[in-house]
């Protein structure tokens, strides 16, 4: 399945003189649901209000497909073509045979490579913003050289920490995509006018992987929109009254974060649930996997599946955790926590993209020890855990706005356009 459209514009977009630009996104950038739409979807909003963007990305849920019209508010054009993920993991496979890292044959299409050049003929567009590195394959020549690449995390070195987790075919096959991966990211690096990383921490360990690209590559971090955050809103409870709500947020067919749930589950819930018998640890996201729906039928855990609106779920919540053990950037289920004035709990590896006093405005945790000490005293003293709530909602007043991010990209953008090729 696959669907172009042409739009005049609408709202979102800024005035008619804007010059044209391709953005290639790996997933739809709409609805802002998950944590890579949430900044390719600002991202997009940002550059319609600069660009006469034409958009190429890929849908690979079928719900996701009824949201594409929508893209026409923010698009001059739009190519959107359908991806099954089962038919495309098997037919990835063919990087075995071809040397690459499977995730370019995974997002490989004839149709959008086609859209891809007519658009840029047609329009004759010298400016183009990627997210997310295997979009990178379908520019060569003047506009790949002209490029700004959002890579957002050093997505190679996710493959090889997978890897430590596997074993036999599979640790092998994990190894093999991160080191192919990252001969990929360095490539399109070199090629590129600028790479951008989620945080100054991604950034550095990219340094790593493109050493001769050190000049080009940029930290942009992510931001949250504190006025859709915000604990003024009011919004009615989803719990019950006597209950103490702790609560994690996120896609939940997504492997971190079933990884996260299930080891909190595992290792730390039940000495909390020992300790406070009214706890209730909630799995709020979409999709979630048979493990994580298993979690439910343990004392003290809930999983809501797909919710209409994540605020309340936040707003109510007595702790909000991000317990991840393999994690890469910066995570938006944090800033939107803290946004929301909620007390986070997060792992060291979550916390080190977020700038934010520890303990005052982010409690950091790691060891289970750790973990069921920092949600216990949280609990028991309401008052600390609303001052560090209060506390991480001014940090992300200060700090987190994404106009302010954003705009580094603009720079990036023009002066990538002006480069000799």
């Excluded at 809501?304 to 605020?311: E, Q």
Aim: charged share 25%; proline share 5%.
């Amino acid at each position: 399945m696959s669907s172009v459209q042409e739009t005049n514009g609408i709202s979102a977009k800024g005035s008619d003189n804007r010059p044209h630009l391709l953005y290639l996104v790996h997933r739809i950038p709409f609805p802002p649901n998950k944590g890579d739409k949430v900044r390719s979807y600002h991202l997009l909003k940002f550059l319609a209000q600069h660009y006469r963007v034409h958009l190429g990305t890929f849908v690979d849920y079928a719900d996701d497909w009824q949201y594409v019209p929508a893209l026409n508010e923010f698009c001059e054009s739009v190519c959107a073509e359908r991806i099954q993920p089962l038919m495309a993991r098997a037919l990835s496979l063919r990087g075995l045979v071809s040397g690459e890292a499977l995730s370019l044959p995974f997002y490989r299409n004839r149709r959008m490579a086609r859209w891809i050049r007519e658009t840029l003929n047609k329009q004759r567009i010298v400016r183009a913003v990627v997210f997310s590195s295997p979009m990178a394959q379908y520019l060569e020549g003047e506009i790949a050289a002209r490029s700004v690449v959002d890579f957002v995390d050093v997505d190679s070195a996710k493959w090889t920490r997978y890897a430590e987790d596997r074993s036999g075919a599979m640790a092998w096959l994990y190894r093999r995509e991160g080191e192919r991966l990252a001969a990929f990211e360095r490539s399109v690096a070199r090629r590129a006018a600028a790479s951008v990383l989620v945080s100054e921490a991604e950034a550095a360990l990219f340094h790593k992987v493109a050493p001769e690209s050190i000049s080009d590559i940029h930290a942009i971090g992510n931001g949250v929109n504190a006025e859709l955050f915000s604990p003024q809103h009011v919004l009615e409870s989803p719990y019950a009254k006597d209950e103490l709500p702790v609560v994690f947020t996120g896609a939940m067919d997504y492997w971190p974060n079933i990884d996260a749930v299930c080891a909190f589950a595992d290792e730390v819930w039940p000495g909390i649930l020992a300790r406070w018998p009214a706890a209730r640890f909630y799995i709020v996201g979409m999709n979630p996997s048979e493990a994580v729906l298993a979690l439910a039928q343990r004392a003290g855990i809930s999983v809501t599946g797909t919710v209409p609106d994540v605020r309340p779920w936040l707003r109510h919540a007595r702790v909000v955790v991000a317990p991840l053990r393999v994690a890469r950037g910066v995570q938006n289920k944090i800033l939107e926590a803290m946004a929301m004035g909620r007390p986070v709990v997060a792992s060291a590896t979550c916390a080190v993209g977020i700038k934010a006093r520890h303990d005052e405005e982010l409690v950091v945790a790691d060891s289970a020890e750790e973990w069921s000490a920092a949600v216990t005293s949280l609990l028991a003293d309401g008052m600390r855990a609303e001052q560090v709530g209060q506390r991480a909602r001014e940090r992300i007043l200060a700090d987190y706005s994404w106009e302010a991010h954003l705009q580094q990209f603009k720079v990036l953008i023009e002066a990538g356009c002006a480069r000799a090729v």
